[in-house]
């Protein structure tokens, strides 16, 4: 499968809102960028921020969410962004935040995924290049949950698959799994939102997350299913686990090929299975890094509508 041609968007495009877990009001904006020159953010709510790659390599760890960090510059909560740009595949953007956080919006990232498509993606002229995973990579964490990487065909391209377990309580066990491209990101995972178990919320709460939020804003499970809100789908939760891995081994900074599993497994182990694969692609030769093209550059071409 030959490799394809960088992306960016062809115009700003701009999402409001409150962050999930600090309820602080915010200001997403996009903005095109050059070819090679990958997905970073930027704080324009401080004076001498540092920008940001989204690499794995500014991935600090955190509970429950994607946190990086470069020279004491912050963003939180970055996974339902970079799953938006990975699973429209835009590889060059700008994310400018006026604060820590980005918008939660429905704790999904449809609005997100909306925000790109307006914007239009247009084609550049470098390649973007292909990681395939050589040989199988798991990491399995001291709870049991799994995530591994595994060598396919390049004609089966990207797929991951997700099992979740959530025993007798209402989310209970369920799975998603497909082949990731634009099209089956737009239609079949976008949407699905966060959820959280009502017996977790007093004790994020507590830690001062979530204030503004409400069983309106993302899922909310109760003993006897989820409170004030209905599902989109009968596994929107493993859709949207599967979404979060997406977003998080989008911080690779290059296209995958390869089947991606994962049973149980958070944000956590998604960073350590990239960090490794990372690592064992720059033994194997396949590093990322050499993102220079040989081809003739193109007029731009819009891509998605
Ligand atoms: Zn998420």
Redesign the pocket.
């Known amino acids: 499968m030959p490799d394809r041609i960088q992306t960016t968007i062809e115009r700003a495009a701009e999402v409001r809102g409150y962050g999930l877990f600090r309820g602080l009001d915010v200001t997403l904006r996009f903005l095109p960028a050059e070819e090679n020159h990958g997905i970073v953010f930027q704080r324009t709510d401080l004076t001498d921020a540092a920008d940001i790659p989204a690499r794995v390599e500014h991935v600090v760890p955190e509970p429950r969410r994607t946190v990086l960090s470069r020279l004491g510059t912050r963003v939180e909560v970055v996974?339902?962004v970079m799953a938006a740009l990975a699973g429209l595949q835009i590889d060059n953007c700008l994310v400018q935040l006026d604060a820590p956080e980005p918008p939660g919006c429905d704790g999904s990232a449809q609005a997100f995924s909306e925000a790109l498509l307006n914007a239009g993606i247009v084609t550049q002229s470098a390649t973007r290049p292909t990681l395939h995973v050589p040989t199988t990579i798991e990491v399995t964490t001291s709870s049991g949950a799994h995530v591994s990487a595994a060598p396919q065909p390049a004609e089966a391209g990207y797929t991951i698959g997700y099992d979740l377990d959530y025993g007798n309580s209402p989310v209970g066990r369920q799975s998603a799994s497909y082949t990731i491209t634009p099209e089956i990101f737009i239609n079949e995972i976008a949407f699905a939102r966060?959820f959280v178990l009502e017996l977790e919320v007093a004790a994020l709460r507590a830690m001062g997350f979530g204030q503004r939020t409400t069983t309106k804003d993302l899922l909310v499970f109760g003993s006897q299913g989820v409170i004030d809100n209905a599902l989109r789908c009968p596994n929107e939760c493993a859709r949207?686990k599967l979404?979060?891995c997406i977003g998080d081994f989008a911080l690779i900074g290059c296209d995958l090929a390869g089947a991606f599993h994962a049973d149980r497994s958070g944000h956590r182990a998604n960073h350590d299975l990239i960090r490794r694969l990372k690592v064992m692609a720059s033994m194997s030769g396949t590093d990322e890094v050499s993102l220079e093209s040989e081809s003739p550059p193109e007029p731009p071409q819009r891509r998605i509508a």
């Open positions: 996974e339902h966060t949207h979404l979060d």
